[in-house]
C-alpha cells in the first residue's frame, strides 16, 4: 500500500497570502488528521476529518480551514499568512480510531 | 502544566546502552502513542498502547493507566536510534485527535 503523501512539501509564501496544502491518505482510511509542528510549541493538533465532516478542531484561529473530500484526501488552507505561520504541516490516516499514520509534512515558510 | 510530560528532554548514549524515555499524562486517555522524528521531519508512529506492553524488535513500550504512566525503552541502543521520541495521547472522547509531549531528544554515539 502507498503511504500518506503531501503536496507540496516545501512552500515560501509572503505574509497576507493564502495557501492550501494537499494530503492522500492511505487507502481505506477514513481519518485525516492535521498538525502544525513549530520549534516553539511543537506539535499542535489543527483538526480531523472522518468521512467528509469535520470531527475534531483545535484551537487554531478560523484563518485556518480544511475540507476532505469522498475520496478521503484532504485539504486545509490558510489565508491571510502571517510570519509565525511558517512551520512543518503534517497531515496523519487512520483506519477508525487506530493507528497514525504520518506523511512526510510540507514545509511552509512565510517571508 | 502540559497535559503530557516527558522526561528526559535530551540523552545523550552510548551504543549498546538499554534506554528508557518516560511520559505522564494528566488526563482520561483512550491510547498513547509513541513516535520516532527523524531530522528532516518524517514521523513513523512506533506503538499504540492502550494497557499492557508491546515489544517490536529491540523497542519495547509499557503503559500503567492507573499512573497515568507508559515509557519507552529501547535494547542495545545504536546510532541509528538517534532521534527524537514523542508520546502523544488520545483523549477518551477526541476521535483521533493526539496531544504531544515535547519530545525526548536522543542522541546515541558509537
Given at each position: 500500500?502507498?503511504?500518506?503523501?503531501?503536496?507540496?512539501?516545501?512552500?515560501?509564501?509572503?505574509?497576507?497570502?493564502?495557501?492550501?496544502?494537499?494530503?492522500?491518505?492511505?487507502?481505506?482510511?477514513?481519518?485525516?488528521?492535521?498538525?502544525?509542528?513549530?520549534?516553539?510549541?511543537?506539535?499542535?493538533?489543527?483538526?480531523?476529518?472522518?468521512?467528509?465532516?469535520?470531527?475534531?478542531?483545535?484551537?487554531?484561529?478560523?484563518?485556518?480551514?480544511?475540507?476532505?473530500?469522498?475520496n478521503s484526501r484532504s485539504e486545509m488552507n490558510v489565508s491571510t499568512l502571517e510570519l509565525g505561520d511558517s512551520a512543518l504541516y503534517l497531515c496523519a490516516s487512520s483506519y477508525a480510531d487506530t493507528k497514525q499514520y504520518f506523511?512526510?509534512?510540507?514545509?511552509?515558510?512565510?517571508? | 502544566?502540559?497535559?503530557?510530560?516527558?522526561?528526559?528532554?535530551?540523552?545523550?548514549?552510548?551504543?549498546?546502552?538499554?534506554?528508557?524515555?518516560?511520559?505522564?499524562?494528566?488526563?482520561?486517555?483512550?491510547?498513547?502513542?509513541?513516535?520516532?522524528?527523524?531530522?528532516?521531519?518524517?514521523?513513523?508512529?512506533?506503538?499504540?498502547?492502550?494497557?499492557?506492553?508491546?515489544?517490536?524488535?529491540?523497542?519495547?513500550?509499557?503503559?500503567?493507566?492507573?499512573?497515568?504512566?507508559?515509557?519507552?525503552?529501547?535494547?542495545?541502543?545504536?546510532?541509528?536510534?538517534?532521534?527524537?521520541?514523542?508520546?502523544?495521547?488520545?483523549?477518551?472522547?477526541?476521535?483521533?485527535?493526539?496531544?504531544?509531549?515535547?519530545?525526548?531528544?536522543?542522541?546515541?554515539?558509537?
Amino acid at each position: 500500500k502507498a503511504g500518506v503523501t503531501q503536496t507540496p512539501r516545501y512552500l515560501i509564501k509572503t505574509r497576507g497570502q493564502q495557501v492550501t496544502l494537499s494530503c492522500s491518505p492511505i487507502s481505506g482510511h477514513r481519518s485525516v488528521s492535521w498538525y502544525q509542528q513549530t520549534p516553539g510549541q511543537g506539535l499542535q493538533f489543527l483538526f480531523e476529518y472522518f468521512s467528509e465532516t469535520q470531527r475534531n478542531k483545535g484551537n487554531f484561529p478560523g484563518r485556518f480551514s480544511g475540507r476532505q473530500f469522498s475520496n478521503s484526501r484532504s485539504e486545509m488552507n490558510v489565508s491571510t499568512l502571517e510570519l509565525g505561520d511558517s512551520a512543518l504541516y503534517l497531515c496523519a490516516s487512520s483506519y477508525a480510531d487506530t493507528k497514525q499514520y504520518f506523511g512526510p509534512g510540507t514545509r511552509l515558510t512565510v517571508t | 502544566k502540559n497535559e503530557v510530560e516527558q522526561s528526559p528532554q535530551n540523552l545523550t548514549a552510548q551504543e549498546g546502552e538499554f534506554i528508557t524515555i518516560n511520559c505522564s499524562y494528566s488526563v482520561g486517555i483512550s491510547a498513547l502513542h509513541w513516535l520516532q522524528q527523524h531530522p528532516g521531519g518524517g514521523i513513523v508512529s512506533l506503538f499504540m498502547l492502550s494497557s499492557g506492553k508491546k515489544k517490536h524488535g529491540r523497542l519495547i513500550a509499557t503503559i500503567n493507566i492507573q499512573e497515568k504512566h507508559s515509557s519507552l525503552h529501547i535494547t542495545a541502543s545504536h546510532p541509528r536510534d538517534s532521534a527524537v521520541y514523542i508520546c502523544a495521547v488520545r483523549g477518551e472522547t477526541s476521535g483521533s485527535r493526539l496531544t504531544f509531549g515535547e519530545g525526548t531528544q536522543l542522541t546515541v554515539n558509537p
